[in-house]
């Protein structure tokens, strides 16, 4: 049909569902009337860059190429820079300096440029203090929706310059999977640092079935627990309200309750120290 | 404009609004770049099909023909089967063989063929346990969407194997209603089995401010209870706060409270019984 | 790439996120195929006017001219009007004549010409008591989007007739700015009536970090509390958890909560009244 195809724009944000988005939105098609916008989250845990950070690295390996906007910006109107960064992939994404960004920019091949959004033309004018959103991220993103250069953004960054999060890590020791939690999704599944290489160096193989014993909280802490579970393919190899962990979607080790909430049953959330050895 | 209209995929999940959903979009789009995917609901209860069912049913006769996907599929990665059916009305839904996808395929005229998705070259290469939503459900639709054959989604199905949910239903008794909640709206309202015509078969020809009697609970179950309430035509005849009962926008019985919450005023959810007789 | 530019349809309700704003969608699409319909917000707190009022104004001044349609409705089916309102900058506002659509229409240079909708080809056949979104809106505004005349909606209206909303109003008085809470946004920051003209004008310039006292509670009330607080251009010029007010991104005075939420640390809601002096 089209002589051009609809550009792609990912949007995250942590506005919630009342109106800041929406505005956002409005104010990226009056820029770029033939845009796509693929939301991707907007109740993203308030001021939660880690989270912010997790959800966007998750989903843009699915979207298409494109230029993607995210906004959790507990910094906006301070000097954190307003960035825009090149993946090699070749999409473009735009947003604060916070490290909101990074993560999936390496999931799509790595940062090959980054550049400072400076560029006034593109600014709506008057730039309010609190609301980036509108006034930076989204006419930048949608400029470059419609083709503007790169070049064009702003002066170019050092990429080793760029602000980066702290992430749970996952290490291997004697007999133990030393992890912590990355993110709680919206079913309360518990998504860890680390995947089945890490644990089968830990543990060895894990066939389906084998009992587990999961440790909540860090070593020598007063709040230390154990939980025995078992190591699942699917949910459905469970019975209901059973513990479980199982390789998620994303290649990452997850501990779920089949048909429950594993985050509300075990108390623990985003940064929780998690250790897994044999039962 | 366009030499061909854009394809409608409708779309409804339990993901959560935290990007499940949106990886889906991003398969979806890149599959099937100009379709026009229509969000349905992405809150369905967690693992509640029947809830699942009930909205798809509500939703899908409004919207135009096309390619539909819904997954609530607590049974993900175990032996239930992937399928794709196809209504009277020319619709194609998508989805896990649970019981989902029936109730909506009969307000589109009905089944007319099934097929199990089991084309390899249509799903995501290595497919996860626990996500068919993004690596089976969301690439089938999308082919489908581009016009590709319903033939070349699998090997067909008799349709009498399909799986089947137990939904409440209406039965009409001497001077009472006998029915039960399918599902409580996000206004809190109690949305039951049975229309008009069930009412009056049961209580005769019902006037707007007519007096009647709900019951709540089974018959010999220690919880039933009595509320008295009004039959109205529509909220705003009732006084605010005043418990009513009416035939809503899809031709069924219901129960609100004016300017509030039935569901949290009776204590009442999905699958509660309900009689209704007159006061 | 278009002959015509896709019709821009903004759409807001209180319907929530279970499938009754897509079966409005999917009502206007089966019209306007081609529509790029917006989605304001869905989950406007139930029946309240004065809310989506505030969110509608906010937004639609951003989105590209269009038709925009908002249903908070909670007299439907009673015998408030439903109309269409023509403004000045060029869009036409669809939805109930109980004070939605006119703080938004101000925004948008004002009030043109006012029709009540009661074209019978336009509406769905056999319009429900309760869902005028779906049989009388939503057909409506995709009508409209079409490219169908204004006249063509039904009779012409007195512009004064329209039903108005009572807003909380800014009152300067000797080194205090009398206001009140017209909107709590997902953040839980107190969106107030008046703005930087209104606060100077009470209090003279007010320098970033300058002291204030925030008055909850009318004058007289019992429940009147105090509270200190800094005047800040930005949130992160203040220390995590401080309460401050700001200019908002609407040009609005706001109070926040440094990654907080200040609605729920001064338990105050819409409505409620505010004062502001110095400290």
Redesign the interface.
């Known amino acids: 049909?089209?002589?051009?195809?609809?550009p792609?724009i990912?949007f995250?944000t942590d506005?919630?569902?009342?109106?800041?988005a929406?505005?956002?939105?409005?104010?990226m098609?009056?820029i770029a009337?033939?845009a796509?916008i693929?939301?991707?989250?907007?109740?993203?845990r308030?001021?939660a860059i880690g989270d912010g950070a997790y959800?966007l690295r998750?989903?843009?390996p699915?979207?298409?190429v494109g230029v993607h906007v995210a906004v959790v910006d507990?910094?906006?109107?301070?000097d954190?820079r307003p960035i825009a960064i090149r993946t090699k992939r070749g999409d473009v994404l735009v947003g604060p300096d916070n490290g909101l960004l990074l993560p999936a920019a390496e999931r799509l091949g790595g940062v090959t440029a980054a550049r400072e959004i400076a560029n006034r033309e593109w600014l709506l004018p008057d730039p309010?203090?609190?609301?980036h959103g509108?006034?930076v991220f989204a006419p930048a993103a949608a400029r470059l929706a419609t083709g503007a250069s790169f070049e064009a953004v702003g002066p170019e960054l050092d990429t080793a310059s760029l602000a980066r999060l702290e992430l749970p890590e996952a290490s291997v020791e004697r007999g133990r999977l030393a992890t912590g939690v990355m993110y709680v999704?919206?079913?309360g599944n518990l998504r860890l640092a680390g995947g089945l290489v890490e644990l089968r160096a830990a543990l060895g193989e894990v066939e389906p079935g084998a009992g587990l014993i999961l440790e909540i909280g860090a070593p020598g802490a007063g709040g230390r627990r154990w939980e025995h579970l078992r190591w699942r393919?699917?949910?459905?190899?469970a019975t209901a309200g059973e513990l479980l962990a199982?390789?998620?979607?994303a290649g990452n080790i997850a501990v779920a309750v089949s048909?429950g909430d594993a985050a509300a049953r075990l108390g623990a959330g985003t940064g929780a120290r998690i250790g897994i050895r044999r039962a």
Not at 1 to 6: G, T
Not at 22 to 27: L, S
Not at 38 to 44: A, K, L, P, R
Request: proline share 3%; charged share 25%; glycine share 10%.
């Open positions: 049909v089209a002589a051009r195809e609809r792609v990912g995250l506005f919630g569902l009342d109106g800041a929406a505005i956002c939105r409005g104010v098609l009056s009337r033939d796509q693929v939301d991707i989250s907007h109740t993203v308030k001021f959800l998750s989903a843009l699915w979207l298409p507990p910094g906006v109107g301070t954190r309010s203090a609190t609301f509108r006034d999704d919206s079913f393919r699917t949910f459905g190899e199982y390789e998620d979607s048909n």
